[in-house]
């Protein structure tokens, strides 16, 4: 039905009679000349219709906005003046011969370059949202994206193997989503938060390098960056080190983005420990565009009178740490009242500063509410390890480690990137040696930090029984200005290696058993070696394509309800499938026929 798309005819057409089929963007008529705004999935073209040719002018005239169409035409130069440098075929137009009607349309809620929609008016109309030019880019690099990453893996060895969609529930660190079997009563299935078991299981089997790009299911609480199904790039391999790994990962990134958009990232990506980066910048995925550092003041405050500092310094979990803001002594007060509302949302309970006007003077060059609170000693500490000089502002925050990090990491990224501290491109970087376990939030038991199956530092076995805080993990988390777009670990591969791992998180036998009995069996029969890691695809083509949510990426996502708008589900079912499958509501809940 067409010899080219639309925003692909260029002046190399010149003269050719061309077919071709799209979406009436927008008609206009210009006194006798109807021009036509002809889109498709590759851009725009404009038709030309004259009067000349009565039949196809007169069908022109009845079009409007949205109108599937069929264009036959000869390309030929745009009158001069009338270039248009911001499209594809910007120097060339269509004189339609014949225009074909395919399908007429009802008027759409919204023109389809309207950047000032809602977000539930694009979701409610997904289908037009998606014919959008923006949302039709978007999806055509994430198209690019897969494309290049499946290109990479196949020449280094990887085979994409399918696994599971129906599985069994396994804590791994959210909640699942579960499927009652009308087979087996009472019992569910769960959909994947990750294929992390069957991968082990692959490399068990021999599949030394496996990859899948598969979708990945987790019932929590959403966010611009989490969808209750999203889409992972997975690997696992064996016979490879923490570092080789790393390696041959960091490299497909690269390759990735530069194949894609022609961006050129850093040869070799930094490498900095869990422990420098909470000490510096209070979280495991920091923006390195914004050069802002944590200065450590725990010490130097446990001996100073005033109690706001010295109380949570002297506590075990306890921390005190400035951010030196270089020139921030032009902040108004008004601007850090706004901050210090700011930091609340975090936990933090205020957030002390001190101008330095004169550095010189000392304690007298200093100007804040808490200079009289600190002695001459800690002062001097505070300038000399911050570097401070004049027209200089620190922020202090101290409290719980948690919020302390929380609250003044927010804010380094908030001032970094208002105040115009943060560089542009793109800081990619691996954070590496991660603890082992995590106090759960209740603080009663050891939880994994990553999972349950992540393999300890070499000899770090040891601190299991007498202080798990202090093992480690081969883990290693990949970040990318401010965001982790991948994360994995080298995995256990000895039975009696996991089996410790589960004890210290208060697994008992039984349970492990119960829960992990097959991975558990597998590991005695000559597991090898194996490590991976798994990469949001969602989070890494939004990054790409600048959107502020992964749902501009996605065909069909959820809202932060983890509602589609579009299907209307969830929704309720009728009590024939309820029964069938050994469900019954409450009294207080009919279900809907």
Not at 19 to 42: K, S, Y
Not at 75 to 82: A, L, N, Q, S, Y
Not at 128 to 136: G, I, T
Not at 323 to 341: S, V
Request: charged share 25%.
């Amino acid at each position: 039905m067409r010899t080219h798309y639309c925003g692909q005819v260029n002046a190399a057409q010149l003269g050719h009679t061309v077919t071709l089929c799209g979406w009436a963007h927008r008609r206009r008529d210009h006194g006798g000349v109807i021009f036509i705004d002809l889109r498709d999935r590759e851009g725009l073209v404009q038709a030309v219709c004259d009067p000349d040719r009565e039949q196809t002018f007169a069908t022109a005239a009845s079009i409007r906005n949205e109108y599937c169409l069929r264009v036959v035409g000869v390309v030929r130069r745009r009158p001069e003046g009338t270039v248009n440098p911001a499209i594809a075929s910007g120097e060339i137009e269509v004189l339609a011969h014949d225009i074909e009607v395919l399908n007429a349309s009802l008027t759409p809620p919204f023109q389809m370059d309207d950047d000032g929609l809602s977000e539930n008016v694009r979701l409610t109309n997904r289908m037009l949202d998606l014919r959008r030019p923006q949302m039709q880019r978007n999806l055509m690099l994430r198209y690019r994206v897969t494309m290049a990453v499946r290109r990479y893996l196949d020449a280094h060895g990887f085979i994409d193997i399918e696994t599971p969609m129906l599985t069994k529930s396994t804590p791994e660190g959210a909640r699942d989503y579960l499927v009652p079997s009308r087979v087996h009563a009472g019992q569910f299935f769960a959909l994947p938060q990750s294929p992390q078991l069957f991968k082990q299981l692959l490399m068990m089997a021999g599949f030394d390098r496996y990859y899948q790009i598969t979708k990945c299911f987790r019932d929590e609480d959403l966010r611009a960056d989490r969808q209750p199904e999203f889409t992972q790039i997975d690997l696992e391999t064996s016979f490879l080190g923490e570092e080789q790994i790393r390696g041959v990962m960091e490299l497909m990134i690269r390759t990735v983005f530069k194949q894609v958009m022609d961006i050129d990232l850093p040869d070799p990506f930094p490498v900095m420990t869990y422990a420098d980066a909470m000490l510096l910048y209070g979280s495991d995925k920091p923006d390195l565009r914004v050069p802002l550092k944590f200065t450590e003041l725990t010490d130097v405050m446990k001996s100073v009178e005033f109690k706001v500092f010295s109380g949570p310094a002297n506590a075990a979990d306890g921390r005190i740490a400035g951010l030196l803001i270089p020139g921030g002594g032009e902040l108004t007060r008004g601007e850090i009242d706004a901050y210090t509302e700011f930091v609340g949302i975090y936990g933090a309970r205020g957030l002390a500063y001190i101008k330095f006007n004169d550095v010189a003077k000392g304690r007298a060059g200093m100007q804040s509410p808490i200079v009289k609170n600190l002695s001459d000693d800690a002062l001097a500490a505070i300038v000399g390890r911050s570097g401070a000089k004049n027209g200089d502002l620190m922020f202090f925050a101290a409290g719980k480690a948690k919020i302390v990090n929380d609250a003044l990491g927010a804010l380094r990224g908030k001032i970094g990137h208002e105040k115009g501290y943060a560089e542009a491109g793109w800081q990619p970087l691996w954070v590496v040696d991660f603890p082992m376990f995590e106090r759960d939030e209740e603080g009663k038991r050891w939880a994994a930090m990553h999972h349950p199956f992540t393999s300890p530092k070499d000899g770090h076995e040891q601190f299991f029984d007498s202080d798990p805080s202090k093992a480690l993990a081969k883990a290693y988390d990949m970040v990318l200005n401010g965001s982790e777009i991948g994360g994995g670990s080298v995995r256990i591969h000895r039975e009696e290696v996991q089996s410790r791992v589960f004890r210290a998180l208060a697994i008992g036998p039984e349970e492990a058993q119960q829960k992990f009995g097959f991975l558990l069996d597998a590991l005695k029969y000559g597991a090898p070696p194996h490590g991976g890691i798994a990469f949001g695809l969602d989070r890494i083509v939004a990054m790409l394509v600048g959107a502020e949510s992964i749902r501009d990426v996605i065909a069909f996502p959820k809202t932060q309800r983890a509602q589609c708008l579009l299907t209307q589900a969830p929704g309720p079912v009728d009590e024939k499938q309820l029964r069938e499958l050994h469900i019954r509501l409450r009294q207080s809940e009919p279900a809907k026929p």
